[in-house]
Nanobody, 126 residues
Framework: QVRLVESGGGSVQAGGSLRLSCAISGFSWTRSCMGWFRQAPGKEREAVAVVDRDGIRMNAASVKGRFVISRDNAKNTLYLQMNALKAEDTAMYYC????????????????????WGQGTQVTVSS
């Protein structure tokens, strides 16, 4: 059974840091596109960062220079290091996979990703 389980969320003051983790099992994910997405109340779910099979990263403009997505295939874990957090970063954060991407190009569109975790809440106070 495919499982993506996020952890590491919590409450932090603006300017602080958090490291989110996503434990992955149930499918061969090392060649999948992996991404972190977030959704705030009343807003659409949006991509935060995506990493491809070779470790090439793409970031949303809103988090560029502050967040880093990474993958550890040996540990079956996807990470999101979040630095210089802002109140605007408050959201439910989800990890997701596009496991059937045959090429090496990954996309940031929410609709492309078919496997999703349950989410972990990040709250940043000003």
């Amino acid at each position: 059974q495919v499982r993506l389980v996020e952890s590491g969320g919590g409450s932090v003051q603006a300017g602080g840091s958090l490291r989110l983790s996503c434990a992955i099992s149930g499918f061969s994910w090392t060649r999948s596109c992996m991404g972190w997405f977030r959704q705030a109340p009343g807003k659409e779910r949006e991509a935060v960062a995506v990493v491809d099979r070779d470790g090439i990263r793409m970031n949303a403009a809103s988090v560029k220079g502050r967040f880093v997505i990474s993958r550890d295939n040996a540990k079956n874990t996807l990470y999101l290091q979040m630095n210089a957090l802002k109140a605007e970063d408050t959201a439910m954060y989800y990890c997701a996979a596009d496991p059937h991407r045959l090429g090496s190009i990954c996309y940031m569109a929410v609709s492309v990703y078919t496997y999703w975790g349950q989410g972990t809440q990040v709250t940043v106070s000003s």
